[in-house]
């Protein structure tokens, strides 16, 4: 989830205007924006990610009684991310942050069994 949507939204949102609206204009906006992430460290972590599970609530399950999935799963099905980095313009952006969840649809979940979001 995090490596496919989140970056792809990130980068979408952040990225300046391309020049052409074209695949390898809009290609190479993004790109500029993902090489100006730098690798968190491990206090960043921490500190600037969240990732959970749905829980049980309101007569519905949660993710680990579900159909196929193991009691002892560690799959995330929401995960926020906060990164710091600069701009290729010089632009500083103290925090970017992205979010995904992978709620069911066939019900609107409001419990997460994460730390508490930051």
Known sequence: MVQNHLFQLLALTAMEAPVRMNGEA???EKVKILSAIRPLTPHEVAACTVRGQ???GGGEPGYRQE???APDSQTETY???????TTGGGR???SCFARASGWPPRARRSSCSSAASR
């Open 79 to 85: 995960s926020r991310c906060g990164w710091p980095s």
């Open 67 to 69: 159909a196929g999935v």
């Open 54 to 56: 749905y829980a049980a």
């Open 26 to 28: 809009v290609r190479d």
């Open 92 to 94: 500083a952006c103290p």
